[in-house]
């Protein structure tokens, strides 16, 4: 069965520094592997998402992910964090059509 | 991206009540919708899978009889809470895949309320 991992539940990062956030995958494939964020009562806005190609991905919002395999990683990144990037960051994986499964997500605070 | 839009935002209803939320896509055809449920603080667990013009496939622990899940055509889905109690309250979001697209897009979200 495939799983999401994301180990950090909170992060804070100061405004203007850069952002990582953590995630690990377990699938016996090769996955389809997303990065969606969500403001609070929201719903899920996708940031950029891994097929297959390239394994830096470029999204929205000035995010970026990179896939490894060996790893099992794909961790999104931002180079400068913005006020407006709080919220909370939830990476999935799927195998296609078949339905996405979540990690517990990680909570962004930036802090001024 | 596809728009996936779903209604009501919030609805409050009282305990022993039925409560419908629709999910509809709007500018493509969703062969297949999913239903999610999110606890506060916590990640979305997946429901149940829809499929136009079939029955609902549910995952383990998710009652059927109380989760009543129709997709009767393909733009919308609806699910609906059978004589809902204060612990159905929580924030279901669905999301839709078409024939081509390997990518779910997502509503908004409904925050439901029993009181």
Known sequence: AQSVTQPDIHITV????????????????????????????????????????????????????????????FNLRKPSVHWSDAAEYFCAVSSGYSTLTFGKGTMLLVSP | GAVVSQHPSRVICKSGTSVKIECRSLDFQATTMFWYRQFPKQSLMLMATSNEGSKATYEQGVEKDKFLINHASLTLSTLTVTSAHPEDSSFYICSATGDTNTE?????????TVV
């Not at chain 1, 996955?31 to 403001?39: E, T």
């Open chain 1, 14 to 73: 100061s405004e203007g520094a850069s952002l990582e956030l953590r995630c690990n995958y377990s699938y016996g494939a090769t996955p389809y592997l997303f990065w969606y964020v969500q403001s609070p009562g929201q719903g899920l806005q996708l940031l950029l998402k891994y097929f297959s190609g390239d394994t830096l991905v470029q999204g929205i919002k000035g995010f970026e992910a990179e896939f490894k395999r060996s790893q099992s990683s």
């Open chain 2, 104 to 112: 779910a897009f997502f509503g908004q979200g409904t925050r439901l």
